[in-house]
């Protein structure tokens, strides 16, 4: 008669191996459940600080060249495209494209007569991030102002470069002087897209700095080419601001229309204007990926 053994010791560590592996799926599908979008949130967050900072830069950048006027002056600056991933799991997943337009949309000052007394295509910059985690977002540079859009939220991150100022007027009563920064990018429209550092580079290729006084103040008119669905951040600025300066309804008045495929034209009437500063900048520039 045959005796049938036993042993146990083989069943014990493939029990061992299966509860091992369930524990360890267990701890994985956690971690990517809960805190993989929470550090990836994190990562894309901290990144869209970063690109808000680096665009206040570039502004900053074209301001001191304008108020310079040095004309070749070359300045640079690096911009965080994007984020490749963390070592773990990929957290933080951005990938950036900088648009740079340098023959769309226009900027123009008439006064009364209907004469313009400067007018030309102005183009802007837009950096678009491609988000893993927290819903995308754009950044656009365009005549001094930064516009955040994200989904349905439009926000005016830095104002446009349009200052109205009083001073006494010899004789009594006050001068109103507007005075309107503009910039104009030169070279070929471009655009870049990556998920590292980019260099872009700005070069003053002219400036023009100029005062014009009127006798017994003048309509002006300011127009100014937006992409679609940037300009209302604008309006509402211009609107607030003016009304703040103690101007009426019946002094001022800010539009916003669609003349054409893909940019609003937004215009600026202010009355009784005394004099107008004008502060030109041709500037070409440059992104290295």
């Known amino acids: 008669m ?13 029990i061992s191996s299966i509860m091992l592996l369930a524990i360890t799926l267990s701890v994985v599908g956690t971690v990517m459940e809960i805190y993989l979008p929470a550090w990836g949130k994190d990562v894309e967050s901290r990144h869209m600080e970063d690109t808000v900072t680096q665009i206040y830069n570039l502004r ?4 001191e060249q304008n108020v310079l006027g040095v004309e070749g002056a070359v300045s ?19 990938w950036g494209s900088m648009d740079v337009i340098t023959a769309s949309g226009q900027c123009e000052v008439t006064n009364s007569t209907g004469s ?9 910059i837009l950096y678009t991030a491609d ?4 819903e995308d977002y754009s950044l656009l540079y365009q005549q001094g102002a930064i516009v955040m859009k994200q989904g349905d939220s439009l926000v005016l991150k830095a104002p446009p470069e349009v200052f109205l100022t009083h001073s006494p007027a010899p ?3 006050t001068l109103r002087s507007l005075k309107v920064n503009l910039v104009s990018f030169d070279g070929e429209s471009s655009t870049h897209g990556s998920s590292s550092n980019a260099l872009i580079e700005v070069r003053a290729v002219t400036t023009f700095h100029t005062t014009y006084d009127f006798e017994g103040g ?5 127009s100014i080419s937006f992409p679609e669905g940037y300009g209302s951040a604008v309006v509402s600025y211009l609107e607030d601001e003016l009304s703040a300066e103690g101007l009426t309804e019946s002094e001022y008045n800010v539009t916003l229309s669609s003349p054409s495929g893909g ?16 502060n030109i900048i041709t500037a070409e520039v440059r992104v290295y990926v």
């Open 2 to 14: 045959k005796r049938i053994v036993r042993r146990d010791e083989g069943v014990t560590n493939v």
């Open 60 to 63: 900053s950048i074209i301001e």
């Open 76 to 94: 640079s600056s690096v911009f965080s495209m994007g984020s490749p991933g963390g070592a773990l799991f990929g957290t933080g997943r951005v």
């Open 116 to 124: 313009t007394i400067y007018g030309r295509g102005v183009g802007y």
């Open 131 to 134: 988000n893993g985690y927290i």
């Open 171 to 173: 004789g009594g009563g």
């Open 218 to 222: 003048q309509t002006l008119l300011v």
């Open 263 to 278: 940019e609003e034209l937004l215009t600026l009437r202010i009355d009784s204007v005394d004099s107008l500063v004008l």
